[in-house]
Structures are given as structure tokens and as C-alpha cells.
């Protein structure tokens, strides 16, 4: 089946690379024309890993460009409401129209709940939750104006169902988007306006680490492991696996779907 969102525009957030970068390449594929954001820069000194660049972003809108679609760029921090309406103005001004959002962007560190510091709560809390409560403040009033409805996606984790350690910044960032997808799903739906999250195990090639190698922190504590949380025998899931899940629920396959959780996480939620 081909052109599944075909004369739709997709906006993804954290699109440098990695999921992001899968979803909006995904989503062009089947014919959707995408608004693709990113930081593109530094963070905080707390994140234990580099962030996407300029070219990063550029080569995503290549990478969308390459399937026929059309692809504008904007760089802007998901913590600043006035970059993200920006960015989906512009975004809008260009390709005309908005059908479907999927609030990607998300950050992750590690550190006991009594170890952390303010500023690593602070950034994880404000990128992947109040960042992602503004990519939808920007986008809905558009979405209502336009009256064709629309698909909301917001991008969790396997720890928003779970509680996963040694991040429980990242665990709490993540259950709040579940909260937050929900109550957003009753607001906008009288409107023909669905919002899912999506949940998935860890995820290769996204660029994102860990403060120490897995191999360390499972020694420091038994409790935790990448690898061995999942039921199936993959210690991860590919970019791509999860842009699959994003494109169904982007399309009309799932047009009465709203309010799920939906995984992609090789078992590990279902994990005795």
C-alpha cells in the first residue's frame, strides 16, 4: 500500500536524526510533505551525549526531498514556546496546510532520583515534557482552524509505562506525556483530532547515550538492563520500526484510534 498520508503535511519534532529523522522520512514516503525541527545545538552540560546539527537536519530534508516530498526545516528548542510557533508558522506559510504533529523531541541522562542535580531534572522535564505540551499548543489552533482534523502523536518510551532506572527524570518526563496525551485526547477530539502515544524500547542509531555504558550500570545494578528488559531477543528496535507505528498512526488505517498507548518495545512492558 502506497500514499497512505499522501496531500498531508507532517510536523516532527527532534528530526536531525535517529527517530525523528525515520519519521519524517517514513511519513514522506507515503506522501506526506513535512515540517522537520530540531535544536540543532547545544543543550546543557548535564546531557551526556552531542546534539544534532545544522547538517544533521539539512540531511534529513535531503533524505525526504530523495522520496519526492517536500521538506522545510527550522530550527528551534521545544523549551520556547515562541521558537516552536514560529517554526510551525513558517512551516504552515510554506506548505499551506498541518495534519499531523508528532512531538518527538526528548533527552536523556541517568542518575539515582536523590543524586540529580536541578539542572539535569530541569532539561530532561523541559525538553521532553513541557516540549512536548508546546509543540501541541502550536499546532492544535491550526489543526481546529483548519477543520480536516488530524493526528497527534507524542513519542514516550517504554519507561512512561514502566519504571525504569537509573532515570527517573526520564521515567516521570515520559508517564507525563501518557497524562498529557490523554487529557488532550478528550479536549481535541470533538474535533476529529486523535492523539496517541507511542512507546517504544530502546532504539538504535538515535545518537542518544547513556552517562556510563550499559555493561556498567548493570554491574552497579542488577536491576537494570537495555538488552535484557525486552521478551523478544533483540536488545534494541530500529529507528524505522517505531516510523511504521508513527505512519499507521498518522493514517486513515487508524482513524477511530485515539487515546492509546501504543508499544513498540519488543515486550519489555509486558515483562513479568
Known amino acids: 500500500m502506497t500514499g497512505r498520508v499522501s496531500g498531508r503535511v507532517a510536523l516532527v519534532t527532534g528530526a536531525g536524526r535517529g527517530q525523528g529523522r525515520a519519521h519524517c522520512v517514513r511519513l514522506a514516503e507515503e506522501g506526506a510533505d513535512v515540517i522537520a525541527i530540531d535544536i540543532c545545538g547545544p543543550l546543557s552540560p548535564e546531557i551526556p551525549y552531542e546534539m544534532a546539527t545544522d547538517e544533521d537536519l539539512k540531511q534529513t530534508a535531503r533524505l525526504v526531498e530523495a522520496t519526492g516530498g517536500q521538506c522545510v ?5 521545544v523549551r520556547d514556546i515562541i521558537q516552536v510557533r514560529a517554526a510551525v508558522e513558517t ?6 496546510r498541518l495534519d499531523i504533529v508528532v512531538a518527538n523531541a526528548g533527552v536523556i541522562s541517568t542518575g539515582y532520583s536523590w543524586e540529580l542535580t536541578d539542572d539535569a531534572w530541569d532539561v530532561v522535564i523541559d525538553t521532553n ?10 499546532t492544535i489552533p491550526h489543526l481546529i482552524d483548519a477543520g480536516h482534523g488530524g493526528s497527534i502523536v507524542l513519542v514516550s518510551s ?7 532506572l537509573p532515570y527517573s527524570h526520564y521515567v ?10 490523554k487529557a ?3 479536549e481535541v477530539g ?9 512507546h517504544p524500547t530502546a532504539v538504535t542509531n538515535t545518537g542518544l547515550s547513556l552517562n556510563k555504558p550499559p555493561e556498567v550500570l548493570a554491574a552497579e545494578d542488577p536491576l537494570f538492563g537495555i538488552g535484557a528488559m525486552n521478551v523478544m531477543p533483540v536488545d534494541a528496535v530500529e529507528p524505522r520500526d517505531v516510523a511504521n507505528a508513527v505512519l499507521f498512526l498518522a493514517s486513515d488505517e487508524a482513524r ?7 508499544t513498540v518495545d519488543a515486550g519489555a512492558t509486558n515483562k513479568p
Do not use: C, F, P
Open 73 to 77: 526545516t527550522a530550527v528551534a528548542d
Open 190 to 198: 470533538r474535533h476529529n483530532i486523535r492523539v496517541n502515544s507511542l
Open 158 to 164: 517504554a519507561a512512561g509505562i514502566r519504571g525504569h
Open 91 to 96: 512551516g504552515i506559510a510554506e506548505l499551506g
Open 129 to 138: 515534557l513541557k516540549g512536548t505540551w508546546n509543540t501541541t499548543r502550536a
Open 172 to 181: 516521570a518526563s515520559k508517564h507525563g506525556i501518557v497524562g498529557l496525551m
Open 256 to 262: 477511530y484510534v485515539t487515546g492509546l498507548q501504543m
Open 184 to 186: 488532550l485526547a478528550n
